[in-house]
C-alpha cells in the first residue's frame, strides 16, 4: 500500500508540475494514462479535464465532466468548466442541464451562451433542440421566442396560488382525486420519504437503511431513464368506461414538420374510406387545425408545453392525461393510435387506463439513427401494438421484439398518391408561371432567401443562371412567411404542397420521410440535401438508397461550387428523363392502405 501511494504522488506532482508550466499537452497524455492506472481518482480526472479544456478539445472535456457527475465527483470550478465544455462542443441540451443544475450564480451568462448557440443552428435543428431541452425542464421565455411559430404565451393570473389551474367539474372530482392521489404516491420523493418512515419504525429495517434506500433510489433513476420497467399500478380512468363505439382516437404530436401528422391524416382518411359510419377523433399539438376541419374530422388541441410561460413538464402531463381521459370517456374508442419520437408521460397514463378495451397502437417512422436518444423502457409495453412504417433502409425491431410488443411492417406512408395529385399546369396558373418553362420545387425546410450565406441563396443563385427556370420555394404552414426578391421565384404556402408535384420538372429537398417518399411516388428527380443534424432521423442513409437507384442526387457536404455543377447537371432534359424512369424501382403502394386494413381487422 506504501509503494502505490508514493507512486501515486510521485506520478501526480508530475503532472501538475506540467500542467503549471503550461504544458498541457503532456499533462493531458499523462493525466488519461495515469488515470487508467487509478481508476476514476479525482484528482487525474480534474487535471484531464481541464488540460482538454485549455487545449480546446471540448468534446473530451466534456465526457470527463459527465464521468465525474456518474460516479459523483465534483471537480475544480467544475460547473463552470463543465457549462463550457459542453457548450463549446455543441451540445446544448446538455449545457442546459448543467446551467440547470448549478447554483444560479452564473445562469445570466450561461443563458447567454445558450440563446446564443441557437441562434446559430438553422430552424430545424433549433426547434428539435429545443423540444428536446422541453421534454426535461422548464423552457424560458427567452428560448420559447427563437421557436419560428412565435408562440403566444398563456399568462398567469397574478393573484393565484396555483401557476396552472386543472378543469373543474363536481362529478369528476373523486376521479380526479384518485388519479393525483396515484400519481403522488408514484413521484420518486414520495416513495422515497415513505422508504425512510418505514425503515424508522423498525429498528431491522434501520439497519439496513442505508443499503435500501440506496438501491431504491437507482431504481426510481432507472425507472425514470426508462433502463427498467416502471411496474407501478394502473392510472384511475374517469367515470364509467362502457361499451366500445365504433370509433378511433388519433394522436399526432408536432415535431419540426408535418411528418407525424401527416401520416395519421393519410390512415385516417384510408380508414374512412373503408368504413363510411367509424367515427375518427383527432388530439393533437398541432395547431393547424384548418386542415382536419376541412377534412371533416373533429379535433381536440392542447398546446405544447413550451407554448406556456415555465410550466412544468407535471403540470404539462397531468393536463394531457385530462384531456386525454374526459375524450376516452366521451367518444369510447375501439383503437388509439399515436405518431411521435417521444411518448408522453400523460398519455401513457391515459391509455394505461384503458388496460383491455381499447386497442393501442404506436406508429414508429424508421430510419432511425445509431446511438440516438433511446425511448423509455415501459413506454413500449403500453402500446399492443407498434406500427413500422417502411423506408428506403431497413428498420432495426430490436427495441419493439425485447419487451413481446406485436410489431406490423407496412410500405411507406403516404398522404398523395400520384392518381389524386392536381392536374399538370394548375400550379402554374394560379403563381402566374409560364407553361413552357422549367418549373424547381425547393423544400429544405430552413434557411432565408436573402441570406447571401445560406445554401437556399446560393441553390437559387446557381438556377438564376438558367432563364427558362422558374422557382416555387414550399413555405411551412408552421414557420414565419418568406419573401423573396428574385422576380422567377414564387412562394407556396399550402397543404400538402406534394399535390402539385406533378406540375415540377425537378425538385431541391431535404432528406426527411415524408418529402423523400413523395418525389418517389412522383417519379419526381430531386436533388437532396439531407440533414445531418437530426436528433433521431437518418436522412443520409435513407436518401443514398435513392442515388444508388439513379433517382437522386445526394449532396452530403454542401458548397456554393457544389450545388451549382449538380444543378448544371439536373437542368438537362436527358439527365431529368433518366433519372425519372430510375424511379420504378422504388415504387410501392401506400402503407396506410395496409394498416388501415389491420387496424379495421383487430376491431370488428
Not at 134 to 153: D, Q, V, Y
Amino acid at each position: 500500500m506504501g509503494v502505490k501511494s508514493w507512486l501515486f504522488s510521485k506520478l501526480l506532482r508530475k503532472t501538475r508540475r506540467s500542467y503549471n508550466d503550461g504544458k498541457f499537452q503532456t499533462s493531458l497524455r499523462r493525466s488519461l494514462v495515469y488515470g487508467k492506472l487509478f481508476r476514476n481518482n479525482i484528482s487525474f480526472m480534474d487535471l484531464s479535464a481541464r488540460s482538454a479544456l485549455r487545449l480546446s478539445k471540448y468534446e473530451l472535456a466534456a465526457k470527463k465532466y459527465r464521468t465525474a457527475d456518474k460516479y459523483g465527483l465534483y471537480l475544480r470550478d467544475h460547473n463552470i468548466n463543465h457549462f463550457n465544455a459542453e457548450i463549446r462542443a455543441g451540445f446544448i441540451e446538455e449545457a442546459y442541464s448543467v446551467m440547470s443544475s448549478g447554483d444560479g450564480e452564473n445562469f445570466d451568462s450561461q443563458m447567454s451562451e445558450i440563446l446564443k448557440s441557437l441562434k446559430k443552428l438553422n430552424e430545424n435543428e433549433r426547434v428539435e433542440t429545443i423540444q428536446n431541452i422541453g421534454s426535461i425542464h422548464k423552457i424560458p421565455k427567452e428560448i420559447a421566442e427563437l421557436l419560428p411559430w412565435k408562440p403566444k404565451k398563456i399568462e398567469v393570473r397574478k393573484d393565484s396560488d396555483q401557476s396552472y389551474y386543472m378543469l373543474t367539474n363536481e362529478l369528476l372530482e373523486v376521479d380526479r382525486y384518485r388519479r393525483e392521489i396515484s400519481r403522488i404516491k408514484q413521484s420518486g420523493a414520495f416513495r422515497l420519504m415513505s422508504h425512510i418512515t418505514e425503515s424508522v419504525r423498525s429498528p431491522r429495517k434501520l439497519i439496513f437503511l442505508p443499503f435500501s434506500f440506496t438501491k431504491l433510489a437507482l431504481g426510481i433513476i432507472n425507472q425514470r431513464t426508462g433502463k427498467t420497467n416502471n411496474s407501478m399500478p394502473s392510472q384511475f380512468p374517469i367515470g364509467n368506461l362502457g361499451v366500445n363505439r365504433n370509433c378511433i382516437v388519433f394522436f399526432p404530436t408536432n415535431g419540426v414538420g408535418f411528418g407525424h401528422f401527416t401520416r395519421l391524416l393519410s390512415l385516417a382518411k384510408k380508414i374512412r374510406e373503408k368504413d363510411k359510419d367509424i367515427e375518427i377523433i383527432f388530439f393533437t399539438t398541432m395547431p393547424t387545425l384548418h386542415i382536419l376541419a376541412e377534412e371533416g374530422f373533429p379535433a381536440y388541441h392542447i398546446s405544447g408545453r413550451y407554448r406556456y410561460n415555465d410550466m412544468p413538464p407535471n403540470i404539462w402531463n397531468s393536463l394531457c392525461e385530462e384531456m386525454l381521459n374526459m375524450i376516452f370517456s366521451l367518444h369510447r374508442p375501439k383503437a388509439f393510435v399515436f405518431d411521435g419520437s417521444y411518448p408522453y408521460r400523460g398519455m401513457l397514463n391515459a391509455i394505461k387506463s384503458r388496460p383491455t378495451d381499447m386497442l393501442k397502437i404506436w406508429l414508429r417512422r424508421g430510419a432511425i439513427k445509431e446511438n440516438s436518444k433511446s425511448i423509455p423502457v415501459d413506454s413500449i409495453n403500453h402500446f399492443h401494438a407498434i406500427v413500422r412504417p417502411g423506408d428506403s433502409v431497413d428498420t432495426d425491431f430490436g427495441s419493439e421484439l425485447d419487451h413481446g410488443t406485436a410489431v406490423i411492417q407496412c410500405n411507406p406512408i403516404m398522404l398523395t398518391e400520384s392518381d389524386k395529385m392536381a392536374p399538370k399546369g394548375d400550379l402554374r396558373k394560379r403563381l402566374g408561371i409560364p407553361l413552357d418553362s422549367t418549373l424547381c420545387y425547393i423544400q429544405l425546410g430552413a434557411g432565408n432567401i436573402n441570406d447571401i450565406d445560406s445554401e437556399l441563396s446560393w441553390t437559387i443563385k446557381a438556377i438564376e443562371k438558367y432563364p427558362e427556370i422558374y422557382i416555387v420555394i414550399g413555405e411551412s404552414m408552421l414557420g414565419e412567411r418568406l419573401s423573396s426578391e428574385y422576380k422567377r421565384v414564387r412562394i407556396l404556402r399550402d397543404y400538402p404542397n406534394s399535390r402539385y408535384f406533378s406540375d415540377f420538372d425537378f425538385a431541391i429537398l431535404a432528406g426527411g420521410y415524408n418529402s423523400f417518399h413523395e418525389a418517389i411516388e412522383a417519379s419526381l428527380p430531386t436533388i437532396c440535401y439531407p440533414n445531418m443534424k437530426t436528433g433521431r432521423d437518418d436522412q443520409l442513409a435513407r436518401a443514398v438508397v435513392a442515388e444508388e437507384a439513379g433517382c437522386m442526387v445526394v449532396l452530403k457536404n454542401r458548397t456554393e461550387n457544389k450545388i451549382q455543377i449538380a444543378i448544371e447537371r439536373i437542368s438537362e432534359p436527358e439527365v431529368r428523363d433518366m433519372m425519372k424512369a430510375n424511379f420504378s424501382i422504388l415504387h410501392r403502394t401506400n402503407g396506410s392502405e395496409q394498416v388501415a386494413d389491420w387496424i379495421l381487422e383487430q376491431i370488428n
